[in-house]
């Protein structure tokens, strides 16, 4: 850091500012009002502006607009007399990476003029992520060019022109909603209604109606009739996330439209008939579920006609990139801030960070530290990841994964008899892999 711009119609403060920098060794220019300081900033290349609130000619706050709105990565401190929270908040909002109240304190000064200089090295360090062809972003579309992406990328090509029912499986966060529509906008069907249903957030009776609709008088508060996601969703695709969590009778009246097309209204005698492709959902082991007798054998092969696995972020960290450049351009668009410079020591930990809540927790971290970081800079400080997701872990086993995979699956195939069926739905890989994996393991099977 080198030039620094000191913007205040106080010739006092001007000058004790422009002694004090100077003999820290900066260069420094003085304006006295808000119109001349606004133009010299745009004139001439600075390091850092300090500007004063209360200006002729032009304000601080208009001036620090126009200032950003000419240089967004100039950084500007604005400086008052009236340093109070909404004089603060303001100026933040607007862009500035600072606020001081007067009189100055030198001190805290000069800490922030440290903190720029240490986000301008971290600048040259960084990794700018906005500045490829991959800085885009159109949305409902699912970010990924790794093995296991592809993979699910055919899926969805050869299952989009038909209704078949697919059930997707992963782990929170994963993405299945934006496969279910991927599933819906890419197939013929793109036109007709997709409906989205979150079956673990309404209560059965509650979920019941929401589905299948309910006649006048069906219970208490019906006061007219209710057309169900089922009707709603005629011709197109209903997607009910988190399927796992339907009541029994819910599942009943599931299976007899898989298999009929066919349900009625709560508390209505008339047969409706509708077409329409259904898409579940859940995060849950439906097989152990259908095992323990908590969910139908009969719908859940009704279910599964199609099955989709999604990986978790931490098994394709190849990836993260393109996601950090998506998720960046997507806050950009949704916020008006702009970060375009990762350091490379936040790439670095969000590499090595294992996502427990895969890419939606990336999402939801970049957006904070975009939010928190005041340039174009994303700073350290401002990703807050789960530390606890590494203090927490098990007790360490000196294995190989190589290692704890084959004892894992040597666990699965003797509990369930050797039926490599039933252990590659339980393992939740498909009845080729499981065979590849055990002549790869060399595990023995029982004659």
């Given at each position: ?158 299952v989009a022109d038909n209704r078949a029912s697919v059930l997707l499986y992963g782990a929170s ?47 208490t508060g019906a006061s007219q009739r209710k057309l169900g996601k089922f009707e709603i969703a ?7 996330d988190e399927i796992s969590e339907i009541s029994s009778d819910i599942q009943l009246k599931l ?193």
């Open positions: 850091m080198k030039n620094i711009l000191v913007v205040d119609d106080d010739r006092s403060i001007r000058r004790s500012l422009e002694m004090h920098l100077s003999s820290e060794g900066f260069t420094v220019v003085t304006a006295e009002d808000g119109r001349r300081g606004v133009e010299t900033a745009l004139s001439s290349p600075f390091d850092l502006v300090l500007l004063d609130l209360r200006l002729p000619e032009m304000d601080g706050f208009e001036a620090l607009r126009e200032i950003k709105a000419g240089k967004p990565s100039l950084p500007v401190v604005m400086i008052t007399a009236y340093d109070d929270m909404h004089t603060a908040i303001e100026a933040i909002r607007l862009g500035a990476i600072d606020h001081l109240g007067k009189p100055l304190d030198l001190d805290q000064l000069d800490e922030i003029i440290v903190k720029i200089g240490e986000i301008a090295a971290l600048s040259e360090k960084g990794v700018s992520f906005c500045d490829t062809p991959e800085c885009t972003f159109q949305p409902n579309v699912i970010v990924g060019r790794s093995k296991s992406m592809k993979a699910v990328y055919k899926i969805i090509g050869a966060g994963t993405g299945k909603e934006l496969v279910a529509r991927a599933i819906h906008f890419n197939g013929r069907y793109r036109n007709l209604p997709f409906v989205p249903v979150v079956c673990s957030s309404l209560a059965p009776n509650v979920l019941e109606s929401e589905l299948f609709g309910h006649e006048k008088g069906a219970f005629q011709g197109g695709t209903l997607f009910l299976l007899r439209f898989l298999q009929e097309k066919k349900f009625e209204r709560v508390g209505g005698n008339e047969t409706i008939e509708t077409d329409l492709r259904v898409v579940t959902a859940t995060n849950k082991d439906l097989a152990a579920l259908v095992s323990s007798g908590k969910f139908r054998q009969d719908l859940y092969y009704r279910l599964k006609v199609v099955t989709i696995e999604l990986p978790p972020l931490r098994e394709r960290v190849e990836d993260i990139p393109l996601l950090i450049s998506y998720f960046l351009e997507k806050i950009r668009r949704e916020t008006g801030r702009s970060v375009e410079i990762v350091p490379e020591e936040i790439v670095d930990r969000i590499n090595s960070y294992p996502w427990p809540g895969n890419v939606r927790e990336l999402e939801n971290a970049l957006r904070r530290a975009v939010l928190l970081s005041p340039g174009e800079v994303m700073l350290p400080e401002t990703l807050q990841l789960e530390e606890t997701a590494f203090e927490n872990r098990l007790p360490l086993m000196v294995q190989s994964i190589q290692e704890v995979e084959r004892a894992h699956i040597e666990n699965i195939l003797q509990y369930t008899g050797y039926e490599k069926k039933r252990a590659a739905e339980i393992l939740n890989i498909s009845r080729p892999t499981l065979d590849a994996r055990i002549r790869s393991y060399a595990i023995k099977l029982p004659d």
